[in-house]
């Protein structure tokens, strides 16, 4: 089981004093952490998971244009929100924020709960969101275990094996409790995230410019480039995925929503092109799906040129066709809009990318 060197107390004061003082003077000026005000917090936590800070800089400020109080969120259509989500992915995350606003708006007044046992029954706040928050917004002793967190703990205690084997990991979450500093939790929190962020990175960590290399147990053994363990990673799941652009004479098009468990994950249970899994003759299975699920008849496919998408370990290459067809087909849970305005509305980049061949081939 994971352990780190044993502080005696006045080591452990010079580690946090060390570590707090470096991140005083060398954090990086990012917008969430201008103020205290658990709402922006709080959404900078929720589009970080799993996203690169250059990433979400750019939506961070138009959401927040947008959507400037709980409140705000709270009443605005779940569209409008996934509208300003789009492209920024793992879209249950917007979902879930613009759930939760609605449950604090009720329940808490309109302000993130101070409660831990409140935060964590929101939707979308687990344990690693709940302590950022907290701490970071109310000083609560909390300390966050992410990625970047377990990777700087397991270099400083020359931890072997892949962290995130649940006993593990649980260990992790005690040494950060342990190492946390109670006087300045929101502080020491960011401070182990912005080192393992900009020093002890995944590949080829800083350890000359590291402020807590004296501690650090990998880097006295030399082994640095080997913590942590490689994460066992499921293989890869190759797919081809056939959606159909259909185009009416007044260059309107279909669109529907949740058709299926595949294009769920794929296209992020929003608006899409109809679209089946297909193995060996994608436009003829497309067919036989259109016809199936929306009574077309067989329709000349045309190809358009394709595009790769990855969505977690699926490998997905994406085949859009244009058929033009005289009449839409109706049918619940479908919509025929304008092919040129599909911007407006929240969809995929999948669903952008389908669209965009389509709208290039109709131009040229
Ligand atoms: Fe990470 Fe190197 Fe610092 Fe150890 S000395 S914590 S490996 S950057």
Not at 256 to 267: A, E, I, S
Request: with cysteine; hydrophobic share 45%; glycine share 6%.
């Amino acid at each position: 089981m994971p352990s780190l060197p044993k502080f005696p107390p006045r080591a452990l004061s010079s580690f946090r004093r060390r570590l707090l003082a470096w991140f005083r003077a060398n954090q990086r000026d990012l917008p969430w952490r201008r103020r205290r005000d658990p709402y922006r917090i709080w959404l900078s936590e929720v589009m970080l998971q799993q996203t690169r800070v250059a990433a979400v800089l750019p939506y961070y400020g138009r959401f927040l244009r947008r959507f400037p109080t709980v409140r705000v969120l709270g009443r605005a259509p779940l569209n409008d929100v996934l509208k300003h989500w789009a492209g920024l992915g793992y879209y249950s995350r917007a979902r879930n924020l613009h759930a939760a606003a609605k449950v604090i708006v009720a329940r808490h007044g309109g302000r993130f709960p101070r409660d831990h046992r409140a935060a964590l029954e929101l939707p979308g706040i687990g344990g690693y969101t709940a302590a950022a928050i907290l701490s970071i917004a109310y000083g609560q002793p909390l300390a966050a275990l992410d990625g970047n967190v377990a990777r700087v703990l397991a270099r400083l205690g020359a931890v072997r094996g892949d962290l995130r084997v649940p006993s593990r990991w649980h260990r992790l979450g005690q040494i950060a409790q342990e190492l946390l500093a109670v006087r300045a939790p929101g502080e020491w929190n960011q401070a182990m995230m912005e080192l393992g962020a900009t020093v002890c990175t995944p590949r080829a960590p800083r350890c000359q410019a590291c402020p807590v290399s004296h501690w650090c147990r990998a880097y006295a053994l030399g082994i640095v480039n080997e913590l942590p363990a490689k994460r066992v990673k499921r293989a890869p799941k190759r797919m081809s995925i056939a959606a159909a652009v259909l185009l009416d004479p007044r260059k309107r098009t279909l669109l529907v929503k949740n058709p299926g468990r595949q294009d769920g994950v794929l296209f992020s249970r929003m608006w899409q092109f109809p679209a089946v899994e297909v193995k060996t003759n994608p436009a003829e299975e497309l067919a036989q799906h259109l016809q199936d699920s929306f009574g077309l008849r067989k329709e000349p496919l045309r190809a358009l040129p394709g595009a790769s998408h990855s969505v977690t370990y699926r490998q997905v290459v994406l085949l859009p066709f244009l058929a033009r067809v005289e009449r839409l087909p109706k049918k619940p849970g479908a919509r025929a809009i304008p092919l040129g305005t599909i911007r407006a509305i929240p969809i995929s980049s999948a669903t952008r990318k389908i669209a965009a061949a389509a709208q290039q081939y109709v131009r040229s």
